[in-house]
C-alpha cells in the first residue's frame, strides 16, 4: 500500500532534469511556455534555459533591466525598444553607445538570428560585432532612406561584419531598389553563400528591373530561397520577361521558395482597370518560357507569380508545373487567366497539381464554377485555398468545390468576387463549416435588409427575405424554417433564418469592409454560433471625403461580443481616408470617424489589440484622436495595446485607466513614417513619460 501510494503521489516534477528539458524544449508557444514557467521554481529555471527565441521589450536606457537567465537564446528580436524607431536607440543607454550591445552580447551569447530597427548603418556598425556567428539578420526601416550619395550604405554592414551570414530579410526595411546589386558584387564571398534572400518589400515604389534581377541571382548561386518585387509592366524599360526567368533558372537552380510580385498587385485590387477583369496590357512571358522555367526549378516547394498583367491560356504551362515541380505544395497565380480549360471531365491544368497544400488565385477572369469542382477534384490534398477577383465564379461552384475538399480544407479566403457576397461566401462553406479554422470574406451585405429591427435572409434563395412582426402575415416556409415539417433537413434555422450548425473550430477571422458600411449584419449572416474564434482582424477601406455621413452612431464592434473566447483583434483603418484637420461643410472630419469605428468597443473583452488609425495621406497624419483614446480607454480586460500611429501625450495618458494594461506602444510602421520629431506628435520624451507611468502602476495578477 505504502509503495502505491507514492506511485499515485509521482508527478512531472519528478521527471528527471533531461526529460524535462527535452519537453520544455518542443514547447513553441510563448504564453504556454510563460504559463509553464508559473508552476514552480524548478519549472522557470527549465523554461529559461531551453528559450530559443525571445523578444525585447522596454527601454533601452534601462540598462539594468535587460534579463540574464535566457543563455540558450538563439533569435533576438530588438525592434521593438522603446523609444520605437528612434536613430539614437544605443546611444539613449548611455554617452557610451558599445554599452547597450556590450550587454546585450553578455546576456545573449550564442544569438545566430538578429532582428533590429536599422534607422541608420551606425546601428549595425555597433551590434553586429557583438554575435560573429550570425547566419540571418531581419532589418526593419519604414523611415526615409538615409541620404548618403553611396548606394547600398545601409546594407553594407551586414556584408562587412557577418562572414557566416546565409540569409537576409529586408521585407519590412525600406531601400532602393539600386542599393542592392553594387553590395552583393562588392562582397562575392558573403553573397555567395547566401541561401535566403527575401527584398518583398512593399514600400518601394518600384520593382527591380530585369538587369538588376540578374545581377543579383548571379550574385547568388546558391539561393535556395528568393522573394522580391519586380517589373512586369511591358510599358516600363527593363522590364521582367522571358529572358529574366531564363537566367533565375541558369543561376540559381536550387530554389525552393520562389516568390515574384508585381508592385502594383501590391495595392489594393478593389480597383480593376478593366471591367472584364483583363488588364489592357500582356506580360512579357510566353507559354514556352514559363515551361523552360518551370523544367529548370525541379526542386520548388512554394512559388509565388503575382502579375498584374495578363498571362493568357497558362493551362498547358500550369501541366508542366504539375511534372516538372514535383514537390510543389504552395503556388500563387495573379492574372494569370485560362488556367484550367474545364473540358467535360478530363482533368487539365493547375487541376494536374495533386501534391498542393496552398492555392491561390487572383485576378483570373475566366474562372468559373466548372474551373473550381476541376480543381476540387484534382487538388484534393488543399489544406488553404484563397480567391480573390474572380468575377465568373458563383456559390454553386464554391460550394462544390467545399463539398469535394471537406476532409482537407481548413483555410479559406474570398475576396472582390463579385458573385460572392457575404451571404454567399458563409453558404458556400457549409459542407465544411465544422472544419474550418480561418476564414475571411468581404462585409458586402447584398441579401440582407432591415425590416422592425430584425436582419434575416432566406437561405434557400439566397435573397433578402423582410421578418414580418409578431402580428404580421404569415411566414414563407421553406426547407431550412423551423417549421416542424422540415425537421428532416441536414440544415437547420433557428427561426430567425440563421445557419443552427456551428463554427466549432473557426479559430481566427477576417474581414474587409468598405468605410461608412455598418458591421453589425455579421451574426445574421451566418456567423452566429462561434464558440472558438479567438481572433478577429477587421480591414476598413474607403475615402470618407466623398462618401455621405453613417446613418448609424456606431460601426458595429458590439455584435462581436456574440463571441465569448474572443481575445485578440487587429482593426485596421489605415486605408480610410478623411481629413485630420477641418473638414468642409457637411463632411466628418477623422476624429468623428474614428468615433463611429470604435464605439462599442468598450462592450468586448478584448486581451490584445493592434488598431491602425485612419489617415490624411495629404499631410501623412496617422493619428490616435481625443474621441479615440477614450473609446479605448474603456475597454478594461485589455492587457496588450499597439497602436500603429501617432499620438498626443495628453492622449495617450487616457489609456492609464485600464486597469491591467502592461504593454503599450505607438509605431509608425508605415511608409514613409515622419522623419523629424518636429511634424509629429510622437516625441521620444513623450513616450518615455506614458511609459514611466505605465510602468509605476500595480497590477494585480
Request: net charge negative.
Amino acid at each position: 500500500m505504502a509503495s502505491s501510494s507514492m506511485a499515485m503521489a509521482a508527478t512531472m516534477n519528478d521527471l528527471p532534469d533531461v526529460i524535462l528539458s527535452i519537453i520544455f524544449s518542443s514547447v513553441s508557444d510563448t504564453r504556454t511556455r510563460n504559463s509553464l514557467s508559473l508552476v514552480n521554481r524548478k519549472f522557470l529555471a527549465l523554461e529559461r534555459s531551453t528559450r530559443t527565441s525571445l523578444t525585447l521589450r522596454g527601454k533601452a536606457r534601462d540598462i539594468y533591466m535587460i534579463p540574464t537567465c535566457f543563455r540558450s537564446v538563439t533569435h533576438l528580436d530588438l525592434s521593438l525598444l522603446s523609444p520605437w524607431g528612434r536613430s539614437d536607440l544605443l546611444s539613449t543607454a548611455s554617452s557610451d553607445p558599445f554599452l547597450l550591445a556590450q550587454r546585450l552580447r553578455l546576456a545573449f551569447p550564442l544569438v545566430t538570428s538578429l532582428t533590429v530597427y536599422a534607422r541608420s548603418p551606425s546601428t549595425l556598425h555597433i551590434l553586429l560585432p557583438q554575435w560573429p556567428n550570425l547566419s540571418h539578420v531581419k532589418l526593419i526601416r519604414w523611415h526615409p532612406r538615409s541620404s548618403s550619395p553611396h548606394l547600398g550604405n545601409d546594407v553594407v554592414p551586414l556584408f562587412e561584419h557577418c562572414q557566416a551570414l546565409s540569409s537576409i530579410d529586408l521585407s519590412s526595411f525600406y531601400y532602393w531598389t539600386e542599393d542592392i546589386p553594387p553590395v552583393l558584387q562588392a562582397y562575392p564571398s558573403v553573397s555567395k553563400a547566401l541561401t535566403c534572400l527575401d527584398l518583398l518589400t512593399v514600400s518601394l515604389t518600384d520593382g527591380f528591373k530585369s538587369e538588376e534581377i540578374q545581377a543579383i541571382t548571379a550574385a547568388c548561386p546558391s539561393l535556395t530561397r528568393f522573394l522580391l518585387v519586380c517589373i512586369f509592366d511591358p510599358s516600363y524599360f527593363g522590364c521582367v520577361s522571358d529572358e529574366t526567368f531564363l537566367a533565375i533558372v541558369a543561376n540559381c537552380p536550387r530554389l525552393r521558395v520562389l516568390h515574384l510580385v508585381d508592385r502594383a498587385s501590391l495595392g489594393s485590387t478593389r480597383g480593376e482597370p478593366e471591367d472584364d477583369g483583363y488588364t489592357r496590357e500582356d506580360a512579357r512571358i510566353t507559354k514556352v518560357g514559363l515551361v523552360d522555367f518551370f523544367t529548370g526549378l525541379p526542386l520548388l516547394q512554394e512559388l509565388v507569380l503575382d502579375f498584374y498583367q495578363n498571362v493568357r491560356d497558362s493551362a498547358l504551362a500550369l501541366e508542366a508545373l504539375h511534372s516538372k515541380c514535383p514537390e510543389l505544395k504552395l503556388l500563387k497565380l495573379g492574372q494569370f487567366h485560362g488556367i484550367c480549360m474545364a473540358i467535360e471531365s478530363q482533368l487539365d491544368g493547375v487541376a494536374l497539381c495533386s501534391g498542393l497544400v496552398s492555392l491561390t488565385i487572383k485576378n483570373s477572369a475566366d474562372l468559373t464554377d466548372m474551373g473550381l469542382i476541376e480543381i476540387g477534384r484534382g487538388c484534393c490534398n488543399l489544406a488553404r485555398f484563397e480567391v480573390e477577383g474572380c468575377k465568373k465564379i458563383t456559390m454553386k461552384g464554391m460550394r462544390t468545390m467545399a463539398s469535394l475538399l471537406h476532409k482537407t480544407l481548413i483555410e479559406v479566403k474570398i475576396s472582390c468576387c463579385k458573385n460572392l457576397n457575404a451571404v454567399a461566401s458563409l453558404r458556400s462553406l457549409e459542407p465544411i463549416q465544422g472544419r474550418i479554422e480561418r476564414l475571411h470574406f468581404d462585409c458586402v451585405w447584398e441579401g440582407l435588409e432591415e425590416d422592425g429591427g430584425i436582419l434575416c435572409f432566406d437561405l434557400n434563395e439566397g435573397l433578402c427575405q423582410s421578418v414580418e412582426h409578431e402580428y404580421g402575415s404569415k411566414r414563407k416556409k421553406s426547407k431550412y424554417s423551423s417549421d416542424p415539417d422540415s425537421s428532416s433537413s441536414s440544415m437547420q434555422s433557428n427561426g430567425n433564418g440563421m445557419f443552427s450548425k456551428s463554427w466549432d473550430r473557426l479559430k481566427y477571422l477576417s474581414l474587409w469592409i468598405g468605410a461608412g458600411v455598418l458591421l453589425t449584419p455579421l451574426p445574421m449572416a451566418g456567423l452566429y454560433d462561434c464558440p472558438n474564434l479567438e481572433e478577429i482582424r477587421i480591414k476598413v477601406e474607403g475615402d470618407c471625403r466623398t462618401g455621405h455621413k453613417p446613418s448609424q452612431r456606431e460601426f458595429g464592434l458590439s455584435c462581436l461580443a456574440y463571441y465569448p473566447r474572443l481575445s485578440k483583434m487587429q482593426l485596421d483603418c489605415s486605408d480610410t481616408i478623411g481629413f485630420a484637420l477641418t473638414a468642409p461643410s457637411g463632411q466628418m472630419d477623422l476624429s468623428l470617424w474614428e468615433r463611429f469605428f470604435l464605439n462599442g468597443i468598450g462592450n468586448l473583452s478584448i486581451y490584445e489589440l493592434d488598431y491602425w488609425p485612419p489617415q490624411d495621406r495629404d499631410v501623412n497624419q496617422r493619428s490616435l484622436s481625443l474621441p479615440g483614446a477614450g473609446l479605448l480607454a474603456e475597454c478594461l480586460a485589455m492587457r496588450k495595446l499597439f497602436i500603429h500611429g501617432t499620438a498626443h501625450e495628453h492622449f495617450i495618458m487616457f489609456l492609464l485607466r485600464i486597469p491591467n494594461l502592461r504593454d503599450v506602444q505607438l509605431r509608425e510602421d508605415y511608409y514613409p513614417a515622419p522623419d523629424n520629431d518636429t511634424c509629429t506628435e510622437m516625441r521620444v520624451g513623450s513616450c518615455s513619460r506614458f511609459e514611466d507611468a505605465l510602468n509605476r502602476r500595480q497590477i494585480l495578477d
